[in-house]
Nanobody
């Protein structure tokens, strides 16, 4: 079993930056072989994909809305995945979740961390 815990969420002004972290515990050996992703859910909206990274960390993919502003990375030795968020805008306000699994099925999810961006 794998547990994921996000951290780093905060309230910031537009144009600011944040770095989210997602620490895996439990069967962390297995997470090193999993795709890791970040998703977000804004109030009144459905959860949406933000970014993902391959198990090796060599392949990344981003939603168009965050491309060029957000960077996903991972440190398998620390069982942690990161989301560096720059040039934040009010529309980035959401609860951010990390997930682990495969492209077809993100089996494990964290509880989320709140990011609020004010104009």
């Amino acid at each position: 079993q794998v547990q994921l815990v996000e951290s780093g969420g905060a309230s910031v002004q537009a144009g600011g930056s944040l770095r989210l972290s997602c620490a895996a515990s439990g069967s962390t050996f297995s997470t090193s072989f999993m795709v890791m992703g970040w998703f977000r859910q804004a109030p009144g909206k459905e959860r949406e994909f933000v970014a993902r990274i391959s198990s090796s960390g060599t392949v990344t993919y981003y939603a168009d809305s965050v491309k060029g502003r957000f960077t996903i990375s991972r440190d398998n030795a620390k069982s942690t995945v990161y989301l560096q968020m720059n040039s934040l805008a009010p529309e980035d306000t959401a609860v951010y979740y990390c997930a682990a699994g495969t492209l077809a099925n993100y089996r494990y999810w964290g509880q989320g961390t709140q990011v609020s961006v004010s104009s």
